[in-house]
């Protein structure tokens, strides 16, 4: 049986970094939201036993709009064989795996593209042993996940929500926002690490926990509503200030799609891509055309 999964992407439309913490990760405030843009995962050989030593694993690109993204990161490095290695661990197995990626999602872009490519792993492997009931629980899928990247365990069921923590604390919000997600992308890739240290954030909050429960109940009800006019004054990144500074092009870019109007435009993640919101596709695919030139330019919804 061949096993095959979407990866969706994801973008931040709000993301704030309150605190620096003891083991030098960051707290965090997100909403997270996922799009119709995904990467295709599919098990082609899928032979799971105790023969081997050691788990073997091998990653084939299958084309897609980024497949050239696959080219740069070894195996050993790429986030689906950490948690395929995670996962059968867990369950102490071993085996060999050959898995195949059509790539849509650009990498390094703040969409989550590794962290969802992880997730969709950690689905299908959870369904092969599904069939012989030794699957695991979604809180050890979570817990898997969490331990990859701080992105995995909202992947594992998307949609609409709130994260805290470095990430792993989740809200699922209920609503649906009906925007046209227009997302540009020139290339430039953010280290992560480097852009939560630019922040100088200290140990103490920037923000009293009374204030972030009120920023959640005003979003949560946007989100209902399923307006982004309601809610967007409260929305920011607050990594743009420093990377706009490192890269004013970006800064740019952002300025060139607020000249088609959007509802809304940011930076998504840690950059480096720029995304604007239409309630019009013809506004969207207008916008699209203009700045072709000037970067990847997709035009996707929300799921």
Request: glycine letters at 8%; hydrophobic letters at 35%.
């Amino acid at each position: 049986m061949t096993y095959k999964a979407r990866a969706f992407a994801k973008v931040n439309l709000h993301l704030e970094v309150l605190n620096k913490r003891s083991d030098l990760y960051h707290n965090i405030f997100s909403l997270n939201a996922s799009l119709d843009l995904f990467d295709r995962l599919t098990f082609k050989r899928l032979n799971i036993s105790n023969k081997f030593k050691d788990v073997r694993i091998t990653i084939h690109p299958e084309g897609g709009e980024c497949a050239d993204a696959l080219s740069s990161i070894e195996t050993e490095d790429n986030l689906i064989t950490k948690a395929v290695k995670a996962y059968l661990s867990r369950v102490k197995k071993t085996g060999e795996i050959s898995v195949s990626i059509e790539k849509n999602i650009p990498a390094g872009a703040g969409m989550g593209g590794g962290s969802s490519d992880a997730a969709a792993a950690l689905r299908l492997l959870n369904n092969y042993f599904a069939d012989s009931n030794e699957s695991l629980s979604e809180h050890e899928l979570l817990q898997i996940g969490f331990k990859i990247g701080a992105d995995v365990p909202y992947c594992l069921n998307g949609g609409y929500a709130l994260c805290e923590g470095i990430g792993e604390i989740i809200e699922n919000i209920e609503g649906k926002l009906k925007y046209w997600v227009l997302i540009a992308n020139c290339g430039i890739k953010i280290n992560t690490s480097s852009a939560y240290k630019s922040l100088n954030r200290g140990t103490d909050s920037i923000y009293k926990k009374i204030e972030i429960e009120e920023k959640k109940a005003i979003i949560k009800e946007g989100i209902k509503k399923g307006n982004i006019n309601s809610f967007k004054n409260i929305l920011k990144n607050d990594f743009e200030s420093t990377v706009f500074s490192d890269h004013p092009e970006l800064k740019n870019l952002k300025q060139m799609i607020a000249e088609y109007e959007p509802e809304y435009t940011a930076m998504t993640g840690s950059g480096s891509s720029i995304i604007g919101l239409f309630k019009n596709k013809q506004k969207a695919k207008s916008a699209q055309k203009a700045l072709n030139k000037k970067a990847k330019i997709i035009v996707t919804k929300f799921l």
